[in-house]
């Protein structure tokens, strides 16, 4: 498929004053005059051609550049856009092209965003819209051409570094805001609430379809050294390790898992999968399983090992609130030692 990217002319200040793209730039250039004449629109571009057509002046429509293949398009689009705004253009492009609400200026991203807030919440709180926007959705992925466009196109951001980049730290600033938390908690839980869900996860989590492919996908991912390492850097840092004894010494995580540590059902169902998994890994493949000990005895006792153990508990063991959980558990231990020496007195 090629695109096109386009130039607006003005004839006034004998510069290019829009660019865009298009697989139909002739077409385009009529829907520009035509939402102009009409007032369909107040964007920038609009209000520049209502006014050469109130003089009766049109735009004039150049062909910058043909790109062949619709994924390269965005990037020419903006090396154009860039290239105008260097060179001193007038144009009325309110953002850096590619499709994307990337504003040149902030301001208007600003209008942009709250604008498309307001939409979207009147949006979802109408059934009927949604429904006719679901239809919509299906009946366009019914559509190979589209659906592969559409396929094309997310392979492609996702290839960049700064889109996957942006797309990474906007999702991590979303989940970290106390409002979206305690949304998704909600929504957890009533669907979790609901038997039928309930019984329909837990049979395919129990599913050994579910376990083989989740097997498969930890193992290609650990068989992957760059991803392995990413994973290992990852996890096992010191910053890693903080967090996540920090997050455990809460009083209402505490509370939860001593509570479910202690609940016999739970005490049954751990023992009894456990037990179920290693009779079944011993019957399906005995000698990986005495090489899986054997390695790990090994791996125990190896000097590299043994330091690095002895480091990480050094590094815990000098944290001040492991000291001080320790104090408390020597105090507690004491108070009971000497309140059953005297009951037995």
């Known amino acids: 498929m090629t695109v096109y990217i386009y130039g607006l002319f003005c004839p006034v200040v004998g510069k290019i004053r829009y660019i865009g793209k298009s697989v139909n730039p002739e077409k385009r250039y009529y829907q520009h005059l035509s939402d102009s004449r009409l007032s369909r629109f107040d964007f920038h571009v609009s209000r520049w051609i209502r006014k050469l057509l109130l003089v009766n002046l049109k735009p004039k429509l150049i062909i910058l550049e043909k790109v062949s293949g619709w994924e390269k398009w965005q990037d020419v689009e903006k090396r154009w856009i860039r290239s105008a705004n260097l060179n001193n253009w007038p144009l009325t492009n309110l953002t850096k092209g590619g499709d994307g609400p990337f504003f040149l200026n902030e301001e208007d991203d ?160 751990q023992a009894a999968s456990m037990r179920a998994n290693w009779a079944k890994r011993k019957a399906e493949d005995p000698e990986g399983v005495a090489r899986m000990i054997e390695s790990i005895k090994a791996a125990n006792d190896l000097p590299e090992t043994k330091a690095k153990a002895i480091a990480r508990r050094k590094t815990t063991m000098a944290r001040p609130d492991i000291k001080q959980k320790k104090a408390d558990s020597l105090k507690a231990m004491w108070v009971r030692r000497k309140a059953a020496k005297d009951a037995a007195d």
């Not at 996702?158 to 998704?184: D, G, H, Y």
């Not at 994973?231 to 920090?246: A, F, P, Y």
């Open 110 to 269: 600003r209008r942009y965003r709250e604008s498309v807030s307001v939409f979207m919440k009147d949006f979802w709180n109408s059934p009927e819209k949604r429904e006719e926007l679901s239809k919509r959705s299906l009946n366009m992925w019914a559509d190979p051409e589209i659906r592969e466009r559409i396929i094309s196109a997310n392979q492609e951001a996702r290839s960049r570094p700064e889109i996957r980049e942006r797309f990474l730290t906007a999702n991590k600033e979303a989940q970290a805001r106390p409002e979206v938390k305690k949304k998704r908690s909600v929504q957890f839980k009533a669907m979790w609430e609901d038997d039928e869900y309930r019984s329909k996860k837990l049979d395919q989590l129990k599913s050994d379809e579910f376990r083989e492919e989740r097997s498969k996908n930890i193992r290609a991912r650990w068989d992957d050294p760059q991803a392995r390492q990413k994973l290992i850097d990852g996890r096992w840092t010191e910053e890693k390790r903080w967090e996540q004894s920090e997050r455990a010494a809460s009083p209402e995580r505490a509370a939860k898992s001593k509570a479910r540590r202690n609940d016999p059902d739970v005490k049954a169902r």
